[in-house]
């Protein structure tokens, strides 16, 4: 381990691990302090897409929605065994809180910014096709559209992008876990325990990427200006035992009209999410799925699958960082945040929330805020053309 670096990244989920593929693959000496393991906290509990955020849509969020699509295309190309095309199924009911013609519009509005392409486009599904649809309550349906997204296996993913980064020459230590760091004129000296050992090391700048743990790890930074406001919002999944579905059906929650999926997922189960519900603990580390939740996702499965005879097997809970508000929380954005220390050359760059399917595009973004802060150095790699390979 060296002593001085351009970046030290403080989180190996999938942001940290993006900013420290993309600082060495433009020749950056960069460090990544890991607490607990790769992807360890929400980075390994989210719902396995990468898309473009349909729902998004109806915020008007359309720049946010057209990086993620063209983020989609890239993984497509450069991690093939680790993201794959998936038809997606929308049912419309007489129930359901949109109708047949915004349904129409907004996947219209998905293929023009997903660039027309043929995986990009759409279709409605003709009656007679109904009954194929693995059990999915025909009562009242009114119309069903298939269009095209990508899934993954998100953990497999940040490990892949943590051993190109590793590859680019990025050190990572872990477990490690961070105690302070205090700024000085042009970089930070940071102080952080690994093996039971307090060590130092001195940065250019910082980066604070510790997701759930952001506003922690910030409190322990010294001088630093007033973070934004924010709040941890809980996401959880249930695994149900059987295969109930062959392909993943996006539908509405029944309650309050959010967005639910329901997919097939590994050794022959069902994966459902997500909810989002404000976090009331205290540690991170010890989120857990409510009783309630479960119930609420296993409610929507009920109401769209009723023959279905499939218990809940598993769950999982994981925590984003939104943008606090008075608006319910599935109705902020989904925009990442980044915060410096200073306006010029800073020495601490804070990364709040962010969608794993604009993990890259979020990097380079990082990096930018960063050009006046970090020497010139050679790249060495593009992050667009690096393969990602699973682990």
């Known amino acids: 381990m060296n002593k001085d670096y351009d970046l030290v990244v403080i989180g190996a989920g999938i942001h940290g691990a993006g900013i420290a593929q993309a600082a060495a693959a433009r020749g950056h000496a960069v460090l990544v302090l890991e607490q607990r393991g790769i992807a360890a906290g929400t980075s390994s509990r989210s719902s396995k897409l990468i898309h473009g955020g ?30 794959h095309l998936t038809p997606f199924y929308i049912p419309v009911y007489a129930h359901t809180r949109r109708r047949p013609w915004q349904v129409r519009a907004g996947l219209s509005l998905y293929a023009l910014l997903g660039g027309l392409k043929a995986h990009a486009c759409f279709q409605m599904l003709p009656r007679r096709r109904w009954d194929k649809l693995q059990g999915l309550r025909s009562e009242g349906l009114q119309a069903v559209f298939r269009y095209w997204d990508a899934q993954t296996d998100d953990a497999a993913l940040t490990r892949a992008v943590m051993a190109s980064a590793q590859t680019l020459g990025a050190e990572l230590c872990m477990p490690a876990m961070f105690d302070h760091a205090v700024p000085g004129a042009t970089g930070c000296d940071i102080v952080f325990t690994h093996a039971g050992v307090a060590r130092s090391v001195w940065a250019r700048v910082l980066v604070n990427a510790a997701g759930p743990w952001v506003a922690r790890v910030a409190a322990r930074i010294k001088s630093l200006p007033p973070q934004p406001p924010a709040e941890l919002v809980q996401g959880t999944h249930i695994v149900l035992d059987r ?21 097939p997922w590994h050794n022959g189960t069902t994966l459902v999410g997500t909810t989002e519900t404000p976090y009331g603990g205290d540690d991170p580390a010890r989120v857990k799925p409510l009783p309630e939740e479960q119930q609420y996702l296993l409610e929507v499965v009920r109401r769209y699958f009723p023959q279905a005879q499939a218990n809940i097997s598993a769950s999982f809970a994981g925590l984003r960082v939104l943008p606090g508000g008075e608006s319910r929380v599935f109705r902020r954005s989904r925009e990442i945040i980044f ?12 990364v709040y929330g962010g969608k794993l399917t604009s993990y890259r595009a979020d990097a380079q973004q990082a990096l930018r805020r960063l050009t006046d802060a970090l020497p010139v150095r050679w790249p060495i790699a593009d992050t667009r053309k690096l393969p990602l390979n699973p682990i």
């Not at 359309?62 to 093939?80: D, F, G, M």
């Not at 295969?243 to 997919?263: H, K, L, N, Q």
């Not at 915060?339 to 804070?350: F, H």
Request: charged letters at 30%.
């Open 54 to 83: 349909l729902r998004y849509l109806e915020q008007f969020d359309l720049r946010l929605v057209r990086e993620c699509l063209r983020e989609r295309e890239l993984l497509l190309r450069i991690a093939p065994r680790l993201v």
């Open 243 to 263: 295969r109930i579905v062959t392909s993943i059906f996006y539908v509405e929650a029944p309650r309050d009209g959010r967005a639910i999926f329901i997919m």
């Open 339 to 350: 915060t410096a220390d200073r306006p010029q050359q800073a020495r601490v760059l804070s």
